[in-house]
């Protein structure tokens, strides 16, 4: 065989090895909703994700306490995660002297690599502790614990993300700025972050996504108990009415009370659902709907990670 | 009014600070599992067989399961992660396949551990029950391996693409076929960071709860023949046992221990390796 022909025959097969992602990709597409596809046969699309009430066994299929835990508990740990991960991207990038960014980096290696197990361990006894102590509630388990644990765990990516994007700003228009007669944190403020924010962005949304479906860490520090607040029936106009601001009034409740995420839905409930029912059927939904929040987001921030670095080169 | 000279200190406080809170979260989170962990971990924590439903004796066999999960994850994983980088490197133009490619990566990244856990169950653990035996080493090590593929296509590819141009043209310029500058070249000294990849891999499949917590027993189980079609158990899906059925927290912080300190080891023979064939390879 000449080598031509030998290099031919290498190249397809290796083409058949690297259409493995993709095929595992389809593959996880088709057996959710295969699985999940029962469910829509008995429960509309839309009751399913807008309804509010859960109990199977009544037959009752809403997912949307569960989606909505999910996005409370994301949405606190994105108010911590984001001011204190773009600063320490700044840091990183801009300020740290070489022993500092030396000392950083491992630990922001190590923080990534830490298992979301231990990150539940640890907000079980420490978080959910101190937070039932220091304000004196019935429980310390609470969407503000799981916010905590899910910021920390988000932070990597933040960071990592971010500092890339800070860094890629050419070095040229810093200096051009500092030329000006501006101070460092005038030229960050104005020039630098205003360059990188596509970048950050992006970072955050992988951010989101990795802590929706962060499920070990979640289900251990967040009390499972998927019964509604009032506020979010209230929201929904299922019960009584009441005015926008008494609406707003009442979010800070939710994040002292216990919630149930999506991805806790899952793990819990698995073990009871009989297999090929339609409870095991709207478990696959639940994934379903993760599925599609993760991967549309992945997306974007891919989408908008490429776009940023052409435009910054 | 601040002014300008004032904020700019201030700010770069600010940060100092956040890097510095960082760490330290890291070190309150190692340092406590350290020192609750080290109170119950000794040899026989280590080497026996657990009695009492996890209550005493050692965690052996979560340990033992770890590894042969982790073992068949990689065998899947390593071999297919690096081949697919070779062929996005070396083989294919940027185009549309490649960017499917790259794109199903990412998104295969994106995927929580939890749909992978849902996925296994219903491919492995029922689709193919009568192939896999349901919940065993293999159906939990390739569902873990499906989701550590793309780390170690990512960090292959970044090690292939380091491989200076120069060193390709060098090998073409002597007659060598592409096969030849591929085998001889590109990859022996590519071969530092696929090991760093494979060995993040090696960490992050140790860590993932969720992908397993359906395929693994909770009984204390020691794989027999034939391995890869037994039941085990693992670490993380042991912590969570012991932690939410409130069985032994003292224990799951052993356990954390054990697992923390796997990851670490490795994590930290990852760099030592780098570093030392980074040096030999290269003459």
């Not at chain 2, 026996?48 to 052996?60: A, L, S, T, V």
């Not at chain 2, 551990?113 to 029922?126: D, M």
Request: glycine share 8%; proline share 5%.
């Amino acid at each position: 065989m000449n080598h031509q022909k030998r290099e031919d025959l290498v190249k397809s097969v290796l083409f058949v090895f690297s259409i493995t992602a993709s095929l595992i990709l389809l593959l996880i597409i088709i057996f959710l909703f295969n699985e999940a596809i029962r469910l829509f046969q008995e429960v509309s699309f839309l009751d399913f994700l807008f309804g509010t009430k859960w109990n199977p066994e009544q037959g009752l299929y809403g997912a949307f306490p569960f989606v909505f835990f999910s996005i409370m508990a994301t949405l606190g740990a994105l108010i911590i995660a984001i001011p204190l991960g773009v600063s320490c991207a700044v840091f990183l990038a801009e300020i740290a002297p070489g022993w500092a960014r030396d000392a950083t980096r491992p630990v922001i290696e190590l923080l990534a690599g830490i298992p979301s197990i231990i990150y539940g361990l640890f907000g079980l006894v420490i978080i959910v502790r101190f937070i039932k102590v220091s304000l004196e509630l019935a429980t310390g388990e609470t969407i503000l614990a799981g916010s905590i644990i899910l910021a920390a765990m988000i932070l990597p990516i933040i960071i990592s993300i971010s500092q890339d994007s800070i860094e890629s700003v050419p070095k040229s228009f810093k200096l051009g700025s500092l030329a000006m007669g501006a101070t460092n944190w005038q030229t960050l403020r104005k020039i630098i972050l205003p360059t990188a924010l596509p970048g950050i962005f992006a970072g955050i949304i992988l951010g989101v996504g990795r802590a929706m479906g962060e499920t070990m860490a979640v289900v251990l520090v967040l009390g499972n108990s998927e019964n509604m607040p009032e506020v979010v029936k209230q929201l929904l106009g299922k019960e009584g009415s009441s005015t926008v601001m008494q609406l707003i009034n009442q979010v800070p409740e939710i994040l002292f009370k216990p919630g149930e995420a999506l991805t806790s839905a899952i793990l819990l409930e698995m073990g009871p659902a009989q297999v090929g029912g339609l409870h095991y059927s709207a478990l696959f939904a639940l994934g379903v709907i993760l599925f599609c929040i993760t991967f549309v987001l992945s997306v974007a921030s891919n989408y908008i990670l490429s776009r940023s670095q052409i435009s910054v080169r | 009014m601040i002014n300008s000279k004032t904020s700019d200190k201030v700010m770069k406080g600010v940060f100092w600070f956040s890097a510095l809170l960082i760490i330290s979260i890291l070190f309150l989170i190692l340092g406590y599992v350290f020192v609750e962990g080290i109170r119950v971990v000794n040899l026989s924590f280590i080497s026996d067989m657990p009695k009492n439903n996890w209550r005493e004796g050692g965690i052996y066999p979560a340990i033992v399961g770890t590894f042969y999960l982790v073992a068949v994850a990689l065998l899947f994983a390593v071999p297919l992660g690096v081949l697919t980088a070779i062929y996005l490197v070396e083989f294919r133009k940027e185009d549309n396949l490649t960017s499917i490619i790259r794109i199903s990566v990412d998104s295969l990244n994106a995927v929580p551990s939890i749909v992978f856990g849902l996925f296994g169950l219903s491919l492995f653990f029922y689709y193919l029950k009568d192939f896999t035996g349901g919940p065993t080493i293999f159906s939990g090590g390739l569902t873990l391996g499906f989701m550590i593929l793309p780390t170690v296509i990512r960090t292959a590819e970044v090690a292939l693409r380091t491989v200076p141009l120069s060193e390709k043209l060098g090998s073409y310029a002597l007659g060598a076929t592409k096969l030849q500058t591929i085998s001889r070249i590109v990859i022996p000294s590519s071969i530092p960071g696929i090991i760093t990849g494979v060995i993040l891999g090696f960490g992050r499949a140790a860590g993932e709860t969720a992908p397993i917590i359906f395929m693994v027993a909770l009984n204390p189980t020691m794989p027999e023949f034939p391995y890869l079609f037994s039941q085990c158990n693992a670490l993380t899906t042991q912590i969570y046992y012991l932690t939410s059925e409130a069985i032994s927290i003292e224990r799951a912080f052993g356990m954390a221990f054990v697992l923390i300190s796997i990851i670490l080891i490795s994590n930290y023979s990852a760099r030592l390796i780098n570093k030392y064939l980074a040096r030999n390879i290269r003459r």
